[in-house]
């Protein structure tokens, strides 16, 4: 019965574990990976409890499922929280060559898993006002880690990033008491039975929009996306990966809760809305990648291609792009994950951003180019790497439900990336020799085994699918049909 | 504070204990009646912030020497330790318990386990706040 909040607590017990002795760098390290490798197996074990009995659904202090605050693991959440999990790990390894001395001391780790306990619970969470709560602690965790260090152009765009996101938390209370005037209760489940038995669209279409400017500022969606390129370009390298990796997704994830379980009643309006700025938010990140010639910035307008995919396969609303969206969020969580690593790396070696300055990489570090040309592929989507069959999917759910263009322009973009990201490889790798720091072999050894691993691990995502496919049409059939979310949080079917 | 302010020296000296009691009291009040962990923390912090203002930091830190985010730590332990007491006895998490116990000079008295939830909602409250406060107010 509580398995589903195994994957929030155990992080925060290693998290409080890891305050007792902040300046310990041995005690960090070693109680970090036994907590996020306990994170990770336990959200593994729960993905599997899911698979074979059937959703997990606790509710807090045995309160009945509508008035108490429900925690649900479905096949849903539980691949996300799994996925989050696995990604942390490989930057806590990252990590611990890449953050210095001064960062460590400050409670560097226990921030990290705190912010896992925030996605964890924001990806777990069966009940509206919880998921604020659990956004607030993710964003307490990033607002630590984006200023922690302190140096002059992390406090000027920490300031800005939390001034974004203190306004969309009050939108975001705001849209939550508007609901709960008109349905009456902040239980997911509930809700969605209860907005078909009300016979009013058009207020709780409203409330709709009001609730996707939240989660569209998480998103980084095309309208609110302005705050994310310097935001997440100050703080250090790791800290990026583990924003790029999971924060915009908590934001996607919660756009594909509210809008297939709670809001599905004027399709024809919302999901219009969301494929038209799924489809511009493809085109700023199509624009800012191939404009920029800093490699991180490259990166992060690649989330944005990503996360206007997403919303595009979302608006989609058929099963087989859900199936899709589900696979390649996962895919996009690792293979994001992996590039800023890849990045970190590059820029460690040659000592700048600036891709006109790099030349020449592959003659004197050839693993970490070809680990950085797969990556590439895989993130491109060329078979049988992992993004193909993500985008395979979506572009053929598309033209399942006659969206012919803007699947068209998914297959386009995706040929955007690869140039984006061939570019990189061009420049960085191919080209005459650039500047070059000296750097001291182990260091970059030690970095280079977590990212190597994190893009075989990527690789093997794409050719093993078959062991993941049966998790996502779970959660696939799930979207789909709403009323088994709300029978099994209410009536206890499994 | 470098002032010989006699006043305000002996006042503390009383004060002080007549605020941490009364936190004491609030915090216990909690249950059934306004009260609770959240501002039996904030008035202890605020008892704590009058020796600050009356005595200097290093002063205050020889008297007390509580490191505060272990403070915090301990307090975080006890919310989740009460939080999962739910887990070992098969309910759901955060399930509370209560039964009344015939206590020695006490009589008889119910016992929650609520209270050590709000134990460690106190020592956060304390933590978190002298932390604040130090950090905010330690350096010149």
Known sequence: MNSAVFPIIVPLFFAILLMFAPTQRVYQKIVATIGILSTLSMSVFVLQKVHTDGAQVVTFGSWQAPFGITMVADSISTLFVTAASLVTLFIIWYSFTAIDREREGNYYYAVVLLMLVGVNGAFTTGDLFNLFVFFEVFLMASYLLSVLG???????ES??????????????????????????????????????QLEQPAIVTAISVVLFIVFAFKAALFPFFFWLP??????????????????????????????????????TFTHTLLMILGIATMVVGC???LASWNV????????????????????????????????????????????????????????????????????????????????????????????????????????ASGHIAGSIWVLFS??????????????????????????????YVKMLVPTVT??????????????????????AKLLMDPTLYSQFVLKGVK | MNQNNVILNTLTYVVFFMIFLFSIHIFLAGHFAPGGGFVGGLLMASGLLLLYV??????????????????????????????????????????HYFNHFQLPLLGDSELHTAMLFDTGVYLVVVGVTMMIIESIGGDQ
């Open chain 1, 150 to 156: 302190g140096t002059k152009q992390q406090l000027k």
């Open chain 1, 159 to 196: 300031l800005k990033y939390m001034f974004i996101n203190v306004f969309a938390s009050a939108l975001f209370v705001i849209g939550v008491a508007m609901l709960y005037a008109v349905v009456g209760t902040l239980n997911m489940a509930d809700i969605s039975v209860r907005v078909t």
């Open chain 1, 230 to 267: 310097s935001a997440y370009s100050a703080p250090p390298i790791p800290i990026m990966a583990l924003f790029g990796a999971l924060l915009t997704k908590v934001g996607v994830y919660s756009i594909l809760r509210t809008y297939t379980l709670l809001f599905p009643l004027d399709t």
């Open chain 1, 287 to 289: 624009i800012g990648a």
């Open chain 1, 296 to 399: 991180v910035k490259i990166i992060i307008y690649n989330i944005f291609i990503a996360v206007g995919l997403l919303i595009y396969s979302i608006s989609l609303f058929n099963e087989e792009s859900f199936a899709g969206m589900l696979y390649y969020t996962v895919h996009d969580m690792l293979i994001k994950a992996a590039l800023f690593l890849l990045v970190g790396l590059l820029v460690y070696v040659t000592g700048t951003q600036q891709l006109r300055q790099m030349g020449g990489i592959l003659t004197r570090y050839p693993t970490f180019a070809w680990t950085f040309f797969i990556a590439i592929l895989c993130i491109a989507g060329i078979p049988p790497f992992s993004g193909f069959i993500g985008k395979m999917l979506i572009v053929k759910g598309g033209f």
């Open chain 1, 414 to 443: 995706s040929l955007i990336v690869l140039w984006s990201m061939i570019r990189i490889f061009i420049y960085a790798f191919w080209s005459k020799e650039g500047r070059f720091e000296t750097v001291p072999k182990p260091t």
């Open chain 1, 454 to 475: 994190l893009v075989a691990l990527c690789v093997a995502y794409g050719i093993f699918s078959s062991v993941v496919w049966p998790y996502v049409q779970d959660g």
């Open chain 2, 54 to 95: 009356t005595f200097d930091l290093e002063t205050v830190r020889k008297m007390l020497p509580i490191n505060y985010s272990i403070l915090v730590a301990i307090g975080l332990l006890f919310a989740l330790g009460t939080a999962s007491i739910g887990l070992v006895a098969g309910d759901a998490f955060f399930t």
